[in-house]
């Protein structure tokens, strides 16, 4: 069955400081990407990744990075957090376009 | 640009009555359409697809059909349930741009015992 994990599962951070998600998936899929899930806006894309050592741009990428260092893992990161990047953050993989996303279990962050 | 549409943000029902949620979208050509559901504290469950005009979805006693002339993809069921209460979410994946999904806000179904 696919699989994605995602760590820590919740976290508390101090604005302006250094926050880290990761995500890793077992599906063997090529197409990962980072979501942020706010009441009322739904899922909205961050960054996304179709191959290893590339990362691209999603709908809302300020104040976020991403890295994609293998196949099977994918970060977001946060450099300098503000008490905006408060959400629950999603990440998911798929095998190809246009087919179907597999999410982790996400990861809520509170940043004070 | 690309979007999807969902009406209302909540539904309240009873045991064994029809829903419908409804989705529309803007997009041009044939964007793949999708439903999703979310169950409290859980990522988004992937419910069915369909990629051509007139195709039918369907998973788990839910369908909906493509339909390209009223650019919609509405949800149904004919009888739902109390676990099928959960947050159902629209998508597209647009065939201009092929790596990004748009997903709707999301339709909350509260389903009363």
């Known amino acids: 069955e696919a699989a994605v994990t995602q760590s820590p599962r919740s976290k508390v951070a101090v604005t302006g400081g250094k926050v880290t998600l990761s995500c890793h998936q077992t599906?063997?899929?090529?197409?990962m990407y980072w979501y942020r899930q706010d009441t009322g806006h739904g899922l909205r894309l961050i960054h996304y990744?179709?191959?290893?050592?590339?990362?691209e741009k999603g709908d809302i990428p300020d104040g976020y990075k991403a890295s994609r260092p293998s196949q099977e893992n994918f970060s977001l990161i946060l450099e300098l957090a503000s008490l905006s990047q408060t959400a629950v953050y999603f990440c998911?993989?798929?095998?190809?376009?246009?087919?179907?996303?597999?999410f982790g279990p996400g990861t809520r962050l509170t940043v004070l | 640009g690309d979007s999807v549409t969902q009406t209302e943000g909540q539904v309240a029902l009873s045991e064994e009555d029809f829903l419908t949620i409804h989705c529309n979208y803007s997009a041009s050509g044939y964007p793949a359409l999708f439903w999703y559901v979310q169950y409290p504290g859980e990522g988004p469950q992937f419910l069915f697809r369909?990629?051509?005009?007139?195709e039918k979805g369907s998973s788990r006693g839910f369908e909906a059909t493509y339909d390209k002339g009223t650019t919609s993809f509405h949800l149904r069921k004919a009888s739902v349930q109390e676990s099928d209460s959960a947050v159902y979410y629209c998508a597209l994946a647009p065939d201009t741009n092929a790596y990004k999904v748009i997903f709707g806000k999301g339709t909350h179904l509260h389903v009363l015992p």
């Open positions: 599906n063997n899929h090529d197409y």
């Open positions: 998911a993989s798929s095998d190809d376009w246009g087919y179907e996303q597999y």
């Open positions: 990744s179709y191959v290893a050592d590339s990362t």
């Open positions: 369909a990629s051509r005009d007139k």
